[in-house]
């Protein structure tokens, strides 16, 4: 018997100017908020917001299992069907179609569809870390889905979850998982040395500051995929909190990353990546050598925590 073959091409890191697709990627945006926070009020607290994100799946972008009175139930966003997918514990399966549709109209068809399933809530609708936001069941003015941007926005986040958790697996000491945040829309793995961190000054856009000093409570080493906005193009990113002396001066690799002062962070163009004739590995040394930055500048233990790059089974 013959097996199915995936209609997509063969193309692993896929294009994905901004310009291209800035308005699917603003709606897109608007309804991963929706659907985080639906998460984040029901899903017992986890250190450093870890309870709010989502994750990558082999179709697109799932909350997980998400507690609910005796039941559970998941929610996926299906970047091949073109389907938003609701699982309950007990069985039942309801689906809300991908298409162009307002903030305003997808978040009624979600909480209906919820209500349905026997699964009642509230959530705070105004978006977060977006500039002049409207809340959800106004926002009548993002409504563009085109299906193929949005596919390829994931087929980007699967090719950056697999090298980010390629990456997280050379680390023993504590580290995130790989996750997305549906208020920065970016892709992120966090490593700790282990010590408390000086509080955080907070003042980051659309994000209370008692917010921020929880994510930054302790010292971080953390990088990750940013889809861009903007006049900004996507990129990988690395940072770290707090920022030691010298850090912005370190070499890092590839020669195709730099420093960002208006960032705060080193950036590695995505279209370097997509250009550079060993993706994988310019990735992983980008993460790699951004990582020893903070760590060696910063004096972490690092024959404690960091494992061979290279494993032996």
């Known amino acids: 018997m013959a097996l199915p073959t995936s ?58 299992t998400i507690p609910y009175k005796t039941r559970t ?12 997918v609701i699982e309950t514990s007990d069985g039942m399966k309801k689906t809300i179609a991908l298409m162009p549709r307002s903030v305003a109209d997808f978040y009624q068809a979600v909480m209906s ?16 870390e977006v500039s002049d936001p409207i809340p959800f069941e106004q926002d009548t003015q993002h409504q563009t889905y085109d299906p193929d941007y949005a596919q390829r926005f994931w087929r980007i986040l699967v090719q950056c979850d697999r090298l980010l958790t390629i990456f997280r697996a050379r680390y023993a000491g504590k580290c995130s998982p790989v996750h997305f945040f549906w208020g920065s829309f970016d892709l992120a793995v966090t490593r700790f040395s282990g010590r408390r961190a000086p509080q955080h000054p907070g003042g980051v856009p659309g994000m209370a500051d008692w917010v921020t000093r929880e994510a930054y409570s302790h010292e971080v080493s ?8 903007g006049a900004i193009e996507p990129l990988f990113y690395a940072y770290a909190y ?10 890092v690799q590839p020669q195709e990353a730099f420093f960002s002062p208006e960032m705060q962070e080193f950036v590695l163009p995505y279209e370097a990546v997509r250009q550079a004739s060993d993706p994988d590995t310019m990735v992983l040394n980008f ?21 061979s790059p290279v494993m032996k089974s």
């Open 7 to 64: 209609n997509l091409d063969s193309e692993v890191w896929v294009s994905l100017p901004i310009a291209d697709w800035q308005d699917t990627n603003e709606t897109l945006h608007l309804w991963t908020q929706i659907i985080g926070k639906i998460r984040l009020a029901l899903a017992p607290k986890i250190n450093h917001w870890w309870h709010s994100t989502l994750y990558v799946t082999p179709r697109g972008l799932t909350t997980s």
């Open 73 to 84: 139930f998941q929610i996926t966003f299906d970047f091949l069907n073109h389907q938003l």
């Open 113 to 128: 569809t919820l209500l349905d399933a026997g699964i009642d809530l509230h959530i705070w609708t105004i978006p977060q």
């Open 222 to 229: 953390s990088c990750g995929f940013w889809f861009g906005k």
């Open 242 to 251: 707090p920022a030691p002396e010298g850090f912005s001066d370190y070499l």
């Open 287 to 307: 993460l790699q050598s951004t990582y020893e930055a903070a760590a060696n500048l910063g004096h972490w233990e690092r024959v404690a925590l960091d494992y």
